[in-house]
């Protein structure tokens, strides 16, 4: 599987959903990324998994924490994502 570094310009909403967290002993995976969207246009994917967030790594985030994080980050997102081959 590929790690790809995925950077967001400016402010959300970035056009995607989650699932899964930590709270569910699953993975966050993107579960829904909305066309034309910020999110699309700069490559995230649905079924990406978010390894980290804004350098901070996603291991035992709930999907609350994880959508704080996002949330607050105030200007341009970074995230890691772990692509099925
Ligand atoms: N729904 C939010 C957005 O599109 C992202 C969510 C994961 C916090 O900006």
Same mark, same amino acid.
């Given at each position: 599987?590929?790690?790809i570094? %995925?950077?967001?310009?400016?402010e959300g909403p970035w056009g995607f959903r989650l699932q899964g967290g930590s709270e569910k002993n699953l993975p966050l995976l993107v579960s829904k990324v909305r066309k034309r969207s910020k999110a699309c246009r700069g490559g995230l994917r649905e079924n990406d998994e978010? %390894?980290? %967030?804004n350098g901070k790594a996603c291991a035992g985030l709930? #999907?609350?924490?994880?959508?704080?994080m996002i949330?607050?980050?105030?200007?341009?997102? #970074?995230i890691r994502v772990k692509r099925a081959a």
């Open positions: 599987d590929d790690h570094l %995925i950077t967001l310009s400016g978010l %390894i980290s %967030i709930s #999907h609350a924490d994880a959508m704080l949330d607050s980050s105030g200007g341009s997102l #970074h």
